[in-house]
Each structure stands twice: as structure tokens, then as C-alpha cells.
């Protein structure tokens, strides 16, 4: 059975960070591209960053890009991201997702993925 449980979400004020993580298990994580996606209240879910399974390359969407780093640790079966200079519109719920295969360029439409956490809710006061 294929599980993917967020964690690290909360409360933090403009500028600060929050590292999420992802801890998977029921597959190989070297065969998967991993994603995170955000969702804000009111607002479609965007995807925000993935790493491919082929070579790490690492991708971002335009508005994270410089604050936000994601990341794998194949050992512990985990994927990261590491957010700093949070800002207000960085708040919502956030899901980790897996789907086969590798890619060159950034899966950033949730279709793409086969596997969902439950979401960890990030909230950046102002």
C-alpha cells in the first residue's frame, strides 16, 4: 500500500521558514518523480515544486523560486521542502505526490500524479 504523510506545517509571521516533509512508503522512490502542491482557501491547487526521479533535477514554479528548496533522502524515504522568506500568499494546505516515472521538466499539473498525501496547512501571518 502506497502512503505519503505530510508534516512540519504551521504558524509563522512574514520572513520566517517552515521545512515540510514527506515520508512515503509501498514504492521505490528512485522510480518517482515526487511533487508539492499548495492549495489556498478559494484557490485551485497549484503545484509549486518536483524533483525527478531520473537525475534529482529540481524544478519551481515562478513564484517560489529563490525561497523555497526541495529535496530527497532516498535512506529515510522522505521528501522535503524547505520554505524561507515566507510571505502571506504562501498560505494554504500543502500535499506531497508521487507519479511514476521520470521527467525533464516540471510536472506542475496534479493529474500527473498517482499518489497524494492528506496536506500539512502552512499559515504565514503578516
Known amino acids: 500500500e502506497v502512503q505519503l504523510v505530510e508534516s512540519g506545517g504551521g504558524l509563522v509571521q512574514t520572513g520566517g521558514s517552515l521545512r515540510l516533509s514527506c515520508r512515503y512508503s509501498?514504492?521505490?522512490?528512485?522510480?518517482?518523480?515526487m511533487g508539492w502542491f499548495r492549495q489556498a482557501p478559494g484557490k485551485e491547487r497549484e503545484g509549486v515544486s518536483s524533483?525527478?526521479?531520473?537525475?534529482?533535477?529540481?524544478f519551481y514554479s515562478d513564484f517560489v523560486r529563490g525561497r523555497f528548496t526541495i529535496s530527497t533522502d532516498n535512506a529515510k524515504n522522505a521528501l522535503y521542502l524547505q520554505m524561507n522568506n515566507l510571505i502571506p500568499e504562501d498560505s494554504g494546505d500543502y500535499y506531497c505526490?508521487?507519479?511514476?516515472?521520470?521527467?525533464?521538466?516540471?510536472?506542475?499539473?496534479?493529474?500527473?500524479?498517482?499518489?497524494w498525501g492528506q496536506g500539512t496547512q502552512v499559515t504565514v501571518s503578516s
Open positions: 505526490a508521487a507519479s511514476w516515472g521520470a521527467t525533464a521538466t516540471f510536472m506542475r499539473r496534479g493529474s500527473d500524479y498517482d499518489y
Open positions: 509501498g514504492f521505490v522512490a528512485d522510480d518517482y518523480t
Open positions: 524533483i525527478s526521479a531520473s537525475d534529482g533535477r529540481t
